[in-house]
């Protein structure tokens, strides 16, 4: 098992008497691009916040591993951007990452234009960050995230209001910091189709509360195309299916099995189940997409 960075137990926070977020253990792992994903208000800011020291849970805890038993020593390996960019409108964006840098000890203007560069900022010159469009601001706020070169980058809906090529970009600038640098993301969205695309791991919130943790691969298993077949009693046509050499499949309920593997093969064992006398109520196709499954897992947590 990969070595944790991050892991909370129980964590909670209320406001009045609302719960923000609910009971929440999530476990990140070191070298991992972890997608956070909910919908808007589901609680993914709040957990960011806590984990960051910005605002106290209310009960429960988190740990950053190998900083002992003190999470404040974490937070000069961790680099976030939470909720708008934290920028000096009248300051360009090589001087809001110089203060940045001077806080770090960091005195040196090639680090400073390498961050621009990694961030698609070199061409911006002295233009004032406050005249920046949205998705600029959001590169800018990445590049703070990331004076320091910290273990861990914490990013909040950070393609929020990109164009489409803005999107790519971050995309693979993050893929890259992972890959090259060995950065741990942490990444929120409510956009499960654009995270698929980058992240290795995921914990879906809903209300507050993670319903489930899972895989980047158990979820592209789980929603590839497949057979899906219903009879009255799918026990019979297990057989056939080990008969004709379907290996990957699963029984969903009494009247309901899934077969993944050779599914051009359909019409074929549509004929070695009607050979074998078995009635059928619909066999077919079907394809569940990444967002069909997110509605689907947070459907039953209201």
Do not use: W
Not at 13 to 42: E, H, Q, T
Not at 140 to 154: E, H, K, R, S, T
Not at 234 to 250: E, K, R
């Amino acid at each position: 098992m990969s070595e944790m960075i991050l892991t909370t137990e129980g964590l909670t926070k209320k406001f009045g008497n609302k719960y923000a977020v609910d009971n929440v253990s999530i476990n990140i792992r070191k070298g991992a691009i972890y997608g956070l994903i909910g919908m808007n208000g589901a609680g993914k800011t709040t957990i960011m916040k806590m984990i960051t020291g910005l605002i106290k849970p209310t009960s429960g805890s988190f740990k950053y591993h190998g900083f002992g038993d003190d999470n404040k020593l974490a937070f000069s390996r961790i680099g976030a951007l939470i909720e708008a960019p934290a920028i000096y409108p009248n300051l360009s964006a090589f001087d809001n990452l110089k203060i940045k840098c001077l806080a770090y000890g960091i005195n040196d203007n090639q680090y400073i234009n390498d961050k621009l560069a990694l961030v698609g900022l070199s061409d911006v010159g002295k233009k004032k960050a406050g005249k920046f469009s949205l998705g600029m601001k959001q590169r800018l706020g990445i590049a703070l995230a990331l004076v320091g070169d910290p273990d861990l980058l914490l990013l909040d809906e950070p393609i929020n209001g990109l164009d489409p090529q803005g999107i790519v970009e971050i995309r693979e600038m993050l893929v890259k910091l992972n890959k090259d640098s060995g950065v741990t993301i942490l990444i929120s969205s409510h956009i499960l189709e654009e995270l698929s695309k980058i992240a290795t791991e995921y914990g879906i919130i809903n209300n507050g509360k993670i319903v489930e943790e899972i895989t980047n691969e158990a979820l592209m298993t789980k929603c590839r195309d497949k057979i899906q077949i219903k009879a009255q009693d799918v026990s019979q046509i297990v057989t056939i299916l080990d008969a004709n050499g379907f290996v990957d499949y699963s029984v969903s309920d009494a009247n309901t099995i899934f077969v993944f593997d050779k599914v051009n093969e359909i019409s074929k064992l549509n004929m070695e189940i009607a050979k074998a006398g078995i009635l059928v109520d619909s066999i077919g196709v079907v394809a569940s997409d990444l967002e069909e499954y997110f509605l689907k897992t947070t459907s039953g947590n209201k």
